[in-house]
């Protein structure tokens, strides 16, 4: 059983590496493609396992999924959901779109972010335990989306 899980690991990793450096890089001035590229991208890392303060694809946390995500595309990001809060342009949920930020909480404790994906999903590492994941903005307490690209 060992060796089967190594192997998966292994064939996994491959597969991450040559996803991550077959997908170039692209500048943040090019309109609503961006958006889907940054979205396109941050599905590479379903599956990898939530990090406390884990900013590489050995374990991310919330900040620092987002944070590497962005770096990829020459947008250098805050390490803490607290202070990517205050970059970038504020948006309402209604006004989201593909590649936006969205952060959870209150204006007071904003302890929780992700990137929107479009349908009223996000991409995001939940918690100790769990992995990067797709899941539905209505079960969390929003609180706004941040656009750090222009769409």
């Known amino acids: 059983m060992n060796k ?3 192997v998966i690991s292994i064939f996994f990793v ?3 590496l040559i996803n991550v450096f077959s997908i170039s890089k692209v500048k943040a001035s090019s309109v609503s493609e961006n958006g889907q590229a940054i979205v396109m991208y941050s599905k590479m890392f379903l599956g990898i396992p939530y990090m406390n303060a884990g900013t590489t694809t050995a374990g991310f946390d919330c900040s620092g999924f987002v944070q590497y995500v962005y770096a990829h595309f020459g ?3 805050p390490r803490t959901t607290y202070d990517q809060v205050k970059v970038g ?4 949920k209604d006004d989201l ?3 936006d930020i969205v952060f959870f909480g ?3 404790n904003v302890y929780h972010d992700g990137i929107y994906i479009g349908g009223g999903r996000f991409i995001h590492a939940p ?3 769990d992995v990067i994941r797709i899941e539905y903005l209505k079960y969390m ?3 706004i989306g941040v656009r750090v690209i222009q769409n």
Request: charged fraction near 30%.
């Open 106 to 108: 209150t204006e007071d």
């Open 127 to 129: 918690k100790t335990g």
């Open 4 to 6: 089967m899980k190594k």
């Open 97 to 99: 779109k593909p590649g």
């Open 75 to 77: 947008v250098n990001l």
């Open 14 to 16: 491959f597969t991450l």
């Open 89 to 92: 342009t504020k948006v309402s």
């Open 141 to 143: 307490e929003f609180y």
